[in-house]
């Protein structure tokens, strides 16, 4: 028995045909558990998107990462190329405000990329259905996106670098100006202290024995 899975938003339908797999006895007959199509129709532009489960899933681990790159400000590269080298990506199209899905088809298929340029409306639409679709315990139920923390290296510095880079440099030029003044400056002459003999002190010794200044008795 085939099975009609559709998530509508206003400005998106994404919609899922397939059928349950019948050898899972702990399933039930309306688990989704085979796609055979997965079309995304965005209503406006009458633009559309279909291809088997490794269109879902590409599109599904496209969207989530382009959605968290958006909220955070940080992009989440993620890599959604599937086991016959199909892929979708989002990029952002600042000119014209808009969002560019692209979808690039398995390898062994002779049709090329298709491209869909979504509005920020469409694109929230699309995201919203990807969120109810990975929601449906009734739905691809062994499907789920793992959420890792991003790496470090993604993380844009706080200041560009040049200023980052002026402190550093300003130290290093001073270092190089003080070494430079101090090679110029001239060797001080190294002169022997001059003796005055008015101040040469008496080295007489005192003759303890026969002391001449003591009153006489």
């Given at each position: 028995?085939n099975i009609q899975r559709p998530y509508r938003l206003p400005n998106c339908t994404l919609t899922l045909e397939g059928m349950a797999s019948g050898t899972d006895p702990?399933?039930?007959?309306?688990?989704?558990?085979?796609?055979?199509?997965?079309?995304?129709?965005?209503?406006?532009?009458?633009?559309?998107?279909?291809?088997?489960?490794?269109?879902?899933?590409?599109?599904?681990?496209?969207?989530?990462?382009?959605?968290?790159?958006?909220?955070?400000?940080?992009?989440?590269?993620?890599?959604?190329?599937?086991?016959?080298?199909?892929?979708?990506?989002?990029?952002?199209?600042?000119?014209?405000?808009?969002?560019?899905?692209?979808?690039?088809?398995?390898?062994?298929?002779?049709?090329?990329?298709i491209a869909v340029d979504l509005s920020t409306v469409e694109l929230f639409d699309l995201v919203e259905?990807?969120?109810?679709?990975?929601?449906?315990?009734?739905?691809?139920?062994?499907?789920?996106?793992?959420?890792?923390?991003?790496?470090?290296?993604?993380?844009?510095?706080?200041?560009?670098?040049?200023?980052?880079?002026?402190?550093?440099?300003?130290?290093?030029?001073?270092?190089?100006?003080?070494?430079?003044?101090?090679?110029?400056?001239?060797?001080?002459?190294?002169?022997?202290?001059?003796?005055?003999?008015?101040?040469?002190?008496?080295?007489?010794?005192?003759?303890?024995?026969?002391?001449?200044?003591?009153?006489?008795?």
């Amino acid at each position: 028995m085939n099975i009609q899975r559709p998530y509508r938003l206003p400005n998106c339908t994404l919609t899922l045909e397939g059928m349950a797999s019948g050898t899972d006895p702990s399933s039930s007959n309306e688990d989704l558990q085979i796609i055979l199509n997965a079309r995304c129709q965005f209503l406006g532009t009458n633009q559309s998107l279909e291809g088997g489960r490794a269109f879902l899933e590409a599109l599904a681990k496209a969207v989530n990462s382009y959605a968290q790159g958006c909220l955070s400000g940080i992009p989440h590269p993620t890599e959604t190329k599937g086991e016959n080298g199909e892929w979708a990506e989002l990029t952002p199209l600042p000119d014209q405000a808009l969002h560019r899905l692209l979808w690039h088809p398995p390898a062994d298929e002779s049709s090329e990329a298709i491209a869909v340029d979504l509005s920020t409306v469409e694109l929230f639409d699309l995201v919203e259905a990807v969120d109810q679709f990975i929601g449906d315990r009734h739905t691809l139920p062994d499907f789920s996106l793992t959420l890792e923390p991003l790496s470090r290296r993604h993380r844009q510095p706080d200041e560009p670098f040049v200023q980052r880079a002026i402190p550093a440099s300003l130290g290093a030029l001073g270092l190089a100006v003080f070494a430079l003044v101090i090679y110029w400056l001239p060797i001080p002459e190294i002169r022997e202290p001059e003796v005055n003999p008015d101040n040469t002190p008496d080295l007489t010794q005192p003759d303890n024995g026969n002391p001449t200044d003591g009153p006489t008795p």
